[in-house]
């Protein structure tokens, strides 16, 4: 079975220890939870391992940007104007395949068929691409992620352990090049933004229109349930789960 929640907005920690808690959840009771919500500020997220030697502080806090670590690995996003989804399944889920990029390929393809329902027709990245830099998420497609007209459109990362799996992804509506380039410390930040605009792609540019959570949450039941082949319920966070949440948040913390 998969659970899709349909999310409020939270702080970025706060966002993160959710999907943490979620994670715990679907070893206890062995289900997958697909959980889609936003930011309740701009929050740049960064990949559980990432240096952030390059970033440049002074602009976050004059700008109101949050920032966070990821528990999944991957590069920097910049949370403003999407929406976030988390799959989070136990790790000896049978339904999905036990090696990274098998259960990358099969996500994404769950994620390709929901598109459709939205009249959006993407294909897998698969091959490996140069990164730009070493900052930023969109200026590569990684091997499966998902592509719209040749440019990468949904970025994903994963978190394993012996006992669960997160796969984090953005589904951006209205990326800001500009000041996702500028929370890191480029010193030809123009020329930067004009490589990653020809790399990447949003849901304005590709619909020239915004689709509500609602609308996406119903997709990705019809596309979810046609590669998984499992019941697919709606449900909501539990009091429980957000308590727990709230006790290891500061876990992702990161103070400027």
Same mark, same amino acid.
């Given at each position: ?104 390929? @099969?996500? !994404? =393809? ?5 598109? %459709? ?6 294909? &897998?990245? #698969?091959? /490996? *691409? ?54 890191? @410390?480029? !010193? =030809? ?5 004009? %490589? ?6 949003? &849901?304005? #540019?590709? /619909? *020239? ?48």
């Amino acid at each position: 079975m998969i659970k899709i929640i349909v999310d409020d907005s939270y702080e970025g920690a706060m966002n993160m220890a959710l999907d943490m808690v979620l994670a715990e959840r679907c070893l206890q009771q062995k289900i997958s939870i697909l959980r889609i919500y936003e930011w309740k500020v701009p929050t740049l997220s960064v990949g559980k391992h990432q240096k952030v030697d390059n970033i440049d502080w002074e602009f976050l806090s004059k700008e109101g940007i949050d920032i966070v670590r990821r528990p999944t690995g991957g590069r920097a996003v910049l949370h403003k104007n999407e929406f976030t989804y988390s799959f989070s399944t136990f790790s000896s889920n049978k339904n999905l395949p036990s090696d990274i990029l098998g259960s990358y390929k @099969k996500i !994404s =393809h769950a994620l390709i068929e929901s598109l %459709k329902n939205l009249n959006i027709y993407a294909t &897998l990245e #698969t091959s /490996k *691409n140069q990164c730009l830099t070493k900052d930023i998420c969109y200026d590569a497609s990684s091997l499966y992620e998902i592509k719209v007209n040749g440019k990468k459109f949904i970025g994903s990362a994963q978190y394993r352990t012996k006992d669960f799996i997160i796969q984090h992804g953005s589904i951006p509506l209205k990326i800001d090049y500009d000041r996702y380039i500028r929370c890191f @410390k480029y !010193s =030809h930040p123009d020329l930067i933004k004009e %490589k990653i605009k020809k790399t990447v792609i949003d &849901l304005c #540019t590709i /619909k *020239n229109t915004i689709i509500s959570k609602k609308e996406l949450a119903e997709s990705f039941k019809i596309g979810f349930g046609l590669i998984f082949n499992e019941q697919i319920i709606f449900s909501s966070l539990e009091i429980d789960e957000i308590e727990k949440a709230n006790n290891i948040k500061e876990t992702f913390e990161i103070h400027l």
